[in-house]
Structure formats: C-alpha cells, structure tokens
Nanobody, 123 residues
Framework: QVQLVESGGGLVQAGGSLRLSCAAS?????????MAWFRQAPGREREYVAS????????YYTDSVKGRFTISKDNDKNTVDLQMTSLKVEDTAVYYC???????????????WGQGTQVTVSS
C-alpha cells in the first residue's frame, strides 16, 4: 500500500511563490519510484506538470512551467517538492502528486496518486 499526501497549497497573488510537498509512505512505497506532479484546473483535463527520476538525477517539465517551477526529491524523507515561482492566474488548479516506474508525462505510467492540494492564484 502506498500513501501520497500533498500539502502547501493555498491562495497567492500573481507573481508570488508557493512550495508544494508530497509525503510518501506505506509498505508498498519504494525510494526507486519516479515521481511527478500533475494538475487539474476547473473544467479541464488533468495535465502533466513535472517529473523526477528516483535519484533526482533528471527532471522534466511541461513547457508552460519551465524556468518557474522546480521539482526536487528527498529519498531520506520520502518527499517530493514542487517549488513554484512567478505564479500566474492560469496556474490555478488542484495539484496532484504521483508515483510510478517512469518519469513520464503520461498519467498511465503512474500507479499511485495523492488526493491533491488546491492552488489558487489571484490577479
């Protein structure tokens, strides 16, 4: 069993910053999981944001967040964070943490998901 719990969401003004964190636990969790963040805005499909290999050696981002978001992984703490800067109104969404066997942008590659944390960016 794997539990992923996101935290750090909230309300922020455009141009501001937030740091999301995902804490992983459970007997089924492995430090060798690749991890990712996805998001879902109201009325839209869930979309890929960023991913990281199990050892943090490689990171990947969707174009719209490159240069603004940074994903990181701490295997000692079993956490994966998403530092978000220069936030825009269009970043408003529920952000989900995911764990799987590939740092892919495809949701199908991730077997474990958190419940999500709301990020709202006001103008």
């Amino acid at each position: 069993q794997v539990q992923l719990v996101e935290s750090g969401g909230g309300l922020v003004q455009a141009g501001g910053s937030l740091r999301l964190s995902c804490a992983a636990s459970g007997s089924g969790f492995s430090r060798y999981f690749d991890m990712a963040w996805f998001r879902q805005a109201p009325g839209r499909e869930r979309e890929y944001v960023a991913s990281i290999t199990w050892n943090g050696g490689r990171t990947y981002y969707t174009d719209s967040v490159k240069g603004r978001f940074t994903i990181s992984k701490d295997n000692d703490k079993n956490t994966v964070d998403l530092q978000m800067t220069s936030l825009k109104v269009e970043d408003t969404a529920v952000y989900y943490c995911a764990a799987g066997g590939s740092p892919s942008s495809s949701q199908d590659q991730y077997r474990h998901w958190g419940q999500g944390t709301q990020v709202t960016v006001s103008s």
